[in-house]
Every structure is written in C-alpha cells, then in structure tokens.
C-alpha cells in the first residue's frame, strides 16, 4: 500500500516536472532555451556515465569520446547525407553501443585507477582520430550544419517549432530523451540486470559465486553507457548546430560528465541529471552573471572580469561543494531528511522498568 | 641504424621528462593513494615561476633551483589545505577534488601570467654529437643527465634516510605509521611538496630543452604520457615510472619516425602499448599485483 503511493507521488511529481521544463522553450529566448537544452544532453550523458561509474565502479573519464562517435554519426549523415535528425539516431545509437562493447571488453583485465587512465587516453586520442578520418571542407574535422538541415520535420506541430526557432526543436528532443533516459534508467536499476551491476561493484567474487557472467555484466554496462553519452551526442549537434573535437573540449565534456554524476549523487537515479544542470548553470553564471556583480575596481573585480579566471571560480566552487556534500545533492537531501525524521519523532523517553 | 638510434636518443630525452613527471604522480599515488590530476597544471604553474625568475634577470638553472623550492612549498600547501579535509573521502570525491585543482590551477596561472606565449632562454649551448652517424643533442644528454641525478638523489633520500624511511612507511601502511609515532600529517606535506618540486623540475626543463613556446596547454600532452608512463611502469613503483617514461618517450619518437600515416595520431601507438601491457599485467610492468582473499 505505502509503495503503490509512494510510487503514485513519484509518478505525478515527474508529470510536473515535465510540463514545466516543456514550458521553458515558451517562457525563455533562445539563448536561455539552448542553454537548458544542453543541461538537458549532459544529463542524458551524466545518466550513463552513473550507471557505470555509479553503480557497477568502472570510473570512466573517456565518456567524451562515445559522445563525439554520437555527435559525428548524425552530423556527417544530416549534413552530407540529407538525412533528418531522428533517424540518424537508428544509426548513431546501435554505432556507440558497439563502441562500447568494444571498449568494455579490454576493460575486463584493466581495474579501477587504471580503466580511468585508459578511457582518459580515448578522450584525448578520439581528437586525433577525427582529424585523421573525418574529412570535410576546409581540412578540418568540425562538421557544422546548414540553417536548413536543422529545421524539424513537417509533422512537426509549429507551435513547438515557432519559425526561425530551432532551438525549440533542439530542446524538445533533448527533454525527449531525458524523459526516455530516466525511464529506461529506471526500469534497469530496478532490474536483474541493475542488481547485478551493484552485486558485481560490491563485492566481485561473492557476485560471482550467486551465478552473475561478471564479464557480461561489465561489458553490457560499458555499452549502454556508451549508447546514452552516444545519444547526447546527437541531441548536441542540433543544440550547437555542429559536431567538433579537440583535445580539451573531450576531456572537458568527460570531466563534466563525471562532475555532474558525483556532484549529483553517484548511484541514484535523479542525481546526475540535477548534477548536469547544476555544472552547466554554474559555469554559465560565473562567466556571465558574476562578473557584472563585483565592485567595479580593485583587484577582485580585475581577476573575475577576466574570461581566463572562470574555470578557477568553478574549480574552487567545486572542491568546496564536494567538502561540504560528499555524497553529492540527493546525499545531502537524503541525510537531512534522515535528520529531520529523527527530530520529529523523537523517542519517547522509555518507561522505567524495575 | 644511425636513423634509429637517433631516434631512440631523442625518445629517451624525452622520455627523461615523461619519466620525472610520473615519478612526481608515483610519489603522491604511493604515500596518499590519489591520482593526481592536477600534476600538470601544479607543473605548470611552477614553469611560469621558472620563466618569471629568468625574465628578472636571474640565470635559468637558478630560477628553476628557486622555482622548486616555492613550489615544494605550494604544494606542500596544497595538501594541507584542499586534500587533508577530503583525505577519507571516496576514491571518485578525490578524483573530482583534484580535477577541481587541475581547472584552477591552469586558471590561475592564465590570468596572473598572462595568456600570451612566454618563451624560456637557452639555459646551455645546442651543440650536438655524432658518435659513429647517431646524433646526440645537448637536449638529450641533459636531459638524461638531470634525471639520473634525480633519481640519485630520491634513491638516497628514500633509502638512506630517517625522513626517507617515514615516508616509505607512511606508504606501505598509514595506520601503522601513526601508531608508530610517525607525524604523518607533515610526512605527507613532505611527499605533496617533493612532488611538486620534480614537476617543477619536469616542467621547466621541458619548456628548456626543445624551447616550445610556454602556454597554458603546454602541459597537457606531457602530463597524458606521463600518466600512460607511471600506468605502464605501475603506479605504486618508482622504478616502473623511470623505465614507463622512457619506454613511452622511445615508442613515441619511432612511432613519428617510421608510420608517416599515423603522424597525426602518434598518440595511438603509446595508447596502444598501455592497453596491451595491461591486458596481460593489470597492475603494470613493476606494479604490486594486489591479492584479494575471498
């Protein structure tokens, strides 16, 4: 009975949710409707990353490069092949979760400190891959498509595709797959499968001896991450109307990913997409809103007004949330709802037995 | 043959580098179990101290002696202000904590050097040798040089003396150690600092030796081999950082020399080379093999 509530409170919570952010495209411009976009493909990809670093301990910091095999296979099929942006995704996905498998199973032998290292080295060796094998105008690997490949398809309804904005399009199709992310998340977890992936993170050998194909396990959750960061991806090409990799943008998306899992919470459901959107929300205010709310002289206005001072503002802001919550938003909700239940049903003093 | 040795000797320079680096990362891996992101970006700064002492007018090798010695005390710093208070926490809230060192540290030294390309005198002359067609550089010959005194030195030091025994000791069990009477608090500022110093030490002479323009991306690429280094070698072994460092370095400068096709991503074989060692030895070429009873 309390369950079927619990779950019937859920369920109508995310209904909320949902027609909320559905709104924003009507209540925001275009800049601020992208910029919840992206929150939004950070998420899908922070989801993915979660399940595997959170909840079967395969620390990954190469998840950039499964998101760029994403946002490559649709722009290059949009762009030179025509093709409208679902569809690619029929490509795209089944693509980076192969990607996956194959990085998942040389990914059995390596453990813990040294996977990290490993999927760090794609990150920073996917860069040079698509120099050396996407090849388009100008001798560069960035794709970036025409205005008019990014216009949704005609059965799209106009009233969620103004004219002239594409960037509804881009972001009700990144909420589209937020809304199938988080379902598909949570049918996992609750699975088989998503005990299995905590059974095998705890406790390898013991896992083993129950019956659980540990390498099965490892690899299936090394692809279905690989098939999330894939799709955001291609959910980013639309947002940033092209697809591009140098070194430092791989590795910076694979450290927000990772960021926005642990900032989050590692291990829960909800956490990294709060997480994302709390990397992306930040980063966004100490570049544009921080600056125009400091004295206007002195020291501290000149180091925050420069542009090159940002990611020192995130880096400490970072270190400081992970001082205070370790266990990252929903951790830090959950202790103090434990707290706050313990204060409103304080025990009553025992009667004294003699 | 000549074109191959050449070859081999310019990978073994630099090698020297990737080598220094990752003993740095070894060292603080061994005493606080963390993989430090930041060691580029720590190396980094210390660099631009480096060059800020040598555009005052003070010779090269004497500002990168005083750059260590600001930076041993930096990063000594670092340890007991951000790390310390996070020292128990998950070995991912570390990862993330150094990660957060690793963007402000690269910010910071943007904004207080400037972003424009700084360029390191020459801090000896370019001669060059040719022993039997092989080409030494000086480069070379320093590099090698000052890594062999290096490891010298951290091989007395480790092994030869008191503090150098508490700090092996705070390594191999911290508990212990404290039981013991060891303070290992300042022993781990101790290997923080030490560290920080031979990234110094890396750093500078990297931007030294072949003269690439200093910039805020200077370390990255050097911090990746030094990772794929200290991996190959084993991260908890000294030695395996030394020989990881110049393994890299060579296969690297062959790699460049003979597959033309994969110049442009002559990181791929080094890559190549850690996943297969770590396909057959998980924990590296000198790395303790962890035993797990269950």
Not at chain 1, 39 to 53: C, D, K, P, S, W
Not at chain 1, 114 to 134: I, N, S
Not at chain 1, 200 to 206: G, T
Not at chain 2, 41 to 67: C, H, K, N, P, Q
Request: aromatic share 8%.
């Amino acid at each position: 009975m309390a369950r079927t509530s619990r779950f019937a409170t859920g369920l109508a919570a995310a209904a909320i949710v949902v027609v909320l952010l559905s709104l924003i495209p009507h209540i925001y411009g275009r800049t601020n409707t992208l910029l919840w976009a992206q929150a939004l493909y950070i998420g899908i990809a922070a989801m993915g990353l979660n399940l595997l670093t959170g909840y079967n301990g395969q620390v990954s910091i190469g998840h950039g490069a499964f998101f760029g095999v994403g946002a490559y296979t649709t722009a290059l099929l949009m762009q030179q092949h025509g093709w409208q942006f679902l569809p690619t995704l029929a490509v795209a996905a089944p693509l980076c979760f192969l990607v996956g498998v194959a990085v998942g199973f040389p990914a059995l032998r390596v453990k813990g400190l040294y996977l990290a290292l490993v999927t760090l080295g794609l990150a920073v060796l996917f860069p040079d891959l698509t120099k050396h094998y996407v090849h388009v105008t100008g001798g560069t690997n960035l794709v970036s498509l025409d205005a008019d490949k990014l216009s949704p398809p005609a059965w799209v309804p106009t009233s969620v595709s103004a004219i002239g904005r594409d960037d509804q399009w881009a972001y009700y199709c990144a909420l589209a797959f937020v809304v199938v992310g988080l379902i598909g998340m949570l049918l996992m977890v609750r699975s088989r499968f998503g005990r299995a992936l905590i059974a095998v993170r705890d406790h390898e050998p013991a896992a083993e001896t129950v019956g659980i194909n540990i390498s099965q396990v490892k690899v299936l959750a090394f692809a279905v991450s690989a098939l999330y960061a894939g799709i955001a991806g291609s959910c980013s090409v639309l947002v940033l109307t092209q697809a591009s990799a140098d070194k430092v943008q791989t590795f910076q998306l694979s450290i927000e990913f990772l960021v926005a899992v642990v900032i989050g919470g590692t291990a829960t459901v909800i956490g990294p997409l709060l997480g994302a959107g709390l990397v992306v929300f930040v980063q966004n205010w100490i570049s544009n809103t921080l600056p125009k709310h400091v004295p206007s002289s002195g020291i501290v206005s000149r180091v925050l007004t420069n542009k090159a001072s940002a990611p020192a503002v995130f880096g400490i802001l970072l270190i400081l949330f992970v001082l205070v919550l370790p266990d990252g938003l929903i951790g830090g909700l959950r202790r103090l709802k434990a707290r706050s239940g313990r204060m409103l049903r304080r025990p009553r003093p025992a009667p004294a037995t003699t | 043959m000549s074109l191959f040795l050449t070859q081999v000797m310019n990978g073994i320079g630099n090698g020297a580098v990737y080598a220094s680096l990752a003993l740095a990362l070894v060292l603080i891996f061994k005493t606080t179990g963390i993989l430090n992101f930041a060691q580029g970006e720590m190396a980094l700064y210390s660099t631009y101290l480096t060059w800020y002492f040598a555009d005052r007018g003070l010779s090269v090798w004497v500002a990168i002696v005083v750059s260590m010695a600001i930076s041993f005390v930096l990063g000594a710093g670092i340890e007991r202000v951000v790390i310390r208070p996070v020292e128990q926490a998950s070995p991912l809230v570390l990862v993330i904590v150094t990660i957060g060192l690793f963007l402000a540290i690269n910010s910071i030294a943007q904004v207080q050097f400037g972003s424009e390309a700084k360029h390191l005198p020459r801090a000896y002359p370019d001669n060059t040798w040719h022993p039997g067609n092989v080409l030494i550089s000086a480069d070379t010959l320093v590099l090698v040089g000052v890594l062999a005194l290096e490891c010298g030195l951290l091989y007395l030091l480790l092994q030869r003396t008191k503090l150098g025994l508490a700090v092996r000791s705070v390594a191999s069990n911290t508990e212990s150690s404290r039981l013991l009477g060891v303070p290992v608090g300042r022993i781990l500022m101790f290997g923080w600092g030490l560290s920080a110093a031979l990234g110094a030490l890396a750093g500078s002479l990297a931007v030294a030796a072949s003269q690439p323009a200093l910039t805020a991306a200077s370390m990255q690429s050097i911090l990746f081999f030094a990772f794929a280094a200290a991996a190959l070698g084993g991260f908890d072994s000294t030695v395996g950082a030394v020989v990881g460092g110049l393994i890299v370095g060579v296969v690297q400068s062959l790699t460049t020399q003979y597959f033309k096709s994969l110049s442009d991503i002559v990181l791929v074989v080094p890559f190549a080379l850690i996943l297969v060692v770590l396909m057959f030895r998980p924990s590296g070429l000198f790395g303790t093999t962890r035993v797990e009873r269950v």
